[in-house]
């Protein structure tokens, strides 16, 4: 008789999440840890490294060293206003958000990608065709307030892509799933989790 082995680790990437955290993040972050799901913050601001440490929590973000170098070089060439051509078009390459296909090599190895915050997805749809199957969540303002707020009509907008590109959406109340099927959920796609 063969032995079975262990299931891999479910890896679950979390973009747009830097300290410090909010208390439910965080819990919600170690929690995960702590049942094994490898989990990967990918945000501009490094999370404290100590507490990466101790949940066993990974850290990423954009330009290699090399595009560091290439930046430090343009700059030096130049000047300064030609230093943010090259940042972007690194981060283009490494993270999407620009032309070539919606695929980001980085992100294809997660099962998951999960999006706390509903507005990293308005604010970044070339995440949600990223690769792995996108989970979100719809917290409060973000979808009773801010999509009637005249300024953030963008908001609005790209909020029925989200919906339909998202796997599952997390909700915190019932309240929160109707206002969110009114602006286009799937309400079979809803999951209603109250906080604690």
Same mark, same amino acid.
């Given at each position: 008789?063969? /032995? =079975?082995?262990? %299931? *891999?680790?479910?890896?679950?990437? @979390? ?19 702590? =049942? ?9 601001? /490094? !999370? ?11 850290? $990423? ?7 560091? /170098?290439?930046? @430090? ?10 230093? *943010? ?6 981060? =283009?390459?490494? +993270? &999407? &958000? ?6 980001? !090599? +980085?992100?294809?190895?997660? #099962? @998951? ?11 970044? %749809? ?6 792995? %199957?996108? @989970? ?13 707020? !005249? #300024?953030? &009509? ?24 109707? #206002? $969110?099927?009114?602006? &286009?959920?799937? %309400? ?6 109250? !906080?604690?």
């Amino acid at each position: 008789a063969g /032995r =079975r082995s262990a %299931p *891999a680790a479910l890896r679950v990437v @979390v973009p747009g999440v830097a300290g410090p955290l909010e208390t439910f993040v965080e819990r919600l972050l170690t929690g995960l840890a702590a =049942r094994g799901v490898e989990l990967t913050l990918l945000s501009a601001a /490094r !999370p404290d490294t100590g507490w990466l440490r101790d949940h066993r929590i990974g850290w $990423a973000f954009g330009p290699q060293p090399l595009a560091a /170098r290439a930046l @430090v070089e343009q700059v030096r060439r130049n000047g300064p206003r030609s230093a *943010a051509g090259v940042l972007a078009a690194n981060v =283009r390459e490494r +993270f &999407g &958000g620009g032309a070539g296909g919606s695929s980001i !090599p +980085f992100l294809s190895g997660f #099962d @998951v990608l999960y999006a706390p915050w509903i507005n990293v997805l308005t604010n970044h %749809p070339h995440l949600l065709d990223a690769g792995p %199957p996108v @989970v979100t969540s719809c917290r409060g303002s973000l979808i009773t307030i801010a999509p009637w707020n !005249p #300024d953030r &009509g963008t908001l609005r907008a790209a909020l029925p892509g989200v919906f339909a590109s998202s796997r599952l959406v997390h909700c915190v109340s019932d309240a929160i799933a109707s #206002d $969110a099927a009114g602006l &286009g959920l799937d %309400p079979t796609k809803a999951r209603v989790v109250r !906080p604690g």
